[in-house]
């Protein structure tokens, strides 16, 4: 039998894509601004250097203000300098840089996609490329409709068709509730059929995300171990150090729930807990994670008060350094309200996860940037090792680091040498870094590359949005009832507030600090 190639070689072959796509244009509207320039130039100069784009690709930048061609690849270029996970190779940048243009547009005014289409015409045109167009929408969300419903006045987009394709990416926040993101969706749907349609939520092109699947259902250790039967409780925490830094404008109106919660922390959850898909078909995935969505039990009224903390960053330290409390960040009211921490305690009402609790936790300016994913086993009967109370084991715990030093890690009982019975917890542990090398590509690389060979997998469809906005609505309902009481405070620097400790405190259970 021929030697398997070894992996080196199974990457360096390009493994992870089964297809090139098709040449192709992106027109990404808000291309000027923060999101391009930080996220989606640098994604895309890295997929160039892969040579994982299509051979004749043009991407266009379109927003407000006015810029050549010329500025537009410095902006870029200033972009991959600072945020690429590779340097600037000077002849890779060369050849990606003439794939770049800029047109000024207003995306509220349809007179401006006159001068979009006609300048895709030329470039398209000059570049070989036969039609096919990705539009991103990485403006804010107030925009969607009105790019969509231009999109369609000008004849941009031909409804359905494969060939040639016209996709449309949109990014979150879709929607600040479950009825302003159903006006989005029927926005959208009025132009696009769902299958041109994709939702980003940039956790689900996170490597280590789409390893759970592979970690759930391509060992045989895990799977049979995963519900109520053997499963004590499951934590997800997203961690972040900063605050709200320069976002409070979009911030302050959403909060933790909203901005983490409804879409990141949900997805993983969906992950961690659905049934094994019937195949990888895209849409028999996200039926299964749907089901889970589906499947959680609602919070509402007094149980928003006994399930979910909620909280708020007041003066501390990062790293040792003086910061300001939330309400002191540039652009925040004084008195606002809203909360930076968030901790609920969840549950799955169906077969596999009854009565098991889902601790779900995330906050900014907590100590350190970590998101993991733990499983904690139930104890083995105390009748062998742990027959008396002086010898408690600690119990499995199966631990997933979403981020940073990604890699997951078993917690088990070993004996230690010599000639007692002494029992001492050890961890099998794998790092993505020492194993597959150090620089995984960033979610938008891969996220992007789907949407140009049309795979919506890691997308999320509207069913879904919906179902989480559907799950989270009670719990803002209640907040937004509670006008008076004052809202816990955490020092920026610790774990969140005390109420937040004694929620998974009151069921014999302890957060776990990644
Ligand atoms: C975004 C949120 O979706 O995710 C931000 O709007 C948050 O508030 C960010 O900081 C976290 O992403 P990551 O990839 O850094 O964990």
Known sequence: MADRPSLADRLAAGETHPA????????????????????????????HVDALLPARIAIVGASRGEMSD???????????????????????????????????????????????????????????????????????PALFAPAVSNLARRRFVNRGSERPFARLIVEKPIGNDLDSARAINDAIAAVFDERQIFRIDHYLGKETVQNILVLRFANS????????????????VVAEEEGVGTRAGYYDRAGALRDMVQNHILQLLTLVAMEPPRSLDSDVIRDEKLDV?????????????ASVVRAQ???????????????????????????????????????????????????????????????????VPHILFNANSGSRLDP??????????????????????????????????FHYGSTFGASSPEAYERLL????????????????????WRWVMPI????????????????????????????????????REP
């Open 20 to 47: 090139p796509p098709e040449p192709l244009t992106i027109v990404i509207f808000g291309g000027a601004g923060d999101l391009a320039h930080r996220k989606l130039l640098p994604a895309l100069y890295n997929l």
């Open 70 to 140: 010329a500025a537009y690849r410095a902006f870029a270029k200033d972009g991959v300098s600072q945020f690429s996970r590779r340097p600037i190779d000077e002849d890779a940048w060369s050849a990606f840089a003439e794939a770049l243009f800029y047109v000024p547009v207003a995306i509220d005014n349809e007179q401006s996609y006159a001068a979009l289409g006609s300048r895709l015409d030329v470039v398209e045109h000059e570049r070989g490329i036969a039609g096919n167009r990705i539009y991103y929408l990485a403006v804010p």
């Open 221 to 236: 250790i895990f799977e049979p171990l995963f519900n109520h039967r053997h499963v004590d409780h499951v934590q997800i």
């Open 293 to 305: 969505l589906q499947s959680l039990r609602p919070i509402a009224g007094g149980d928003v008060d």
């Open 313 to 379: 960053y007041a003066a501390g330290f990062d790293a040792g350094t003086p910061v300001p409390g939330y309400r002191e960040e540039k652009g925040v009211a004084r008195d606002s309200r809203t909360e930076t921490f968030v901790a609920i305690k969840a549950f799955i009402d169906n077969w596999r996860w009854a009565g098991v609790p889902f601790f779900l936790r995330t906050g900014k300016r907590l100590p350190k940037r970590a998101s993991e994913i733990t499983v904690r086993l139930k104890e």
């Open 396 to 429: 499995n715990v199966l631990s997933i680091r979403i981020q940073p030093d990604e890699g997951f890690a078993l917690g088990i009982s070993s004996k230690v040498p010599g000639p007692r019975v002494s029992i001492y917890p050890v961890r099998m542990d």
């Open 449 to 468: 590359l789907d949407v140009m060979v049309g795979d919506s997998t890691l997308f999320m469809r509207r069913d879904s949005v919906e179902a989480a």
């Open 476 to 511: 803002l309902d209640r907040w937004a009832s509670q006008t008076a009481e004052p809202i816990p405070t955490y020092a920026a620097g610790d774990w969140g507030p005390r109420e937040a400790g004694r929620l998974i405190e009151s069921t014999g259970r302890r957060w």
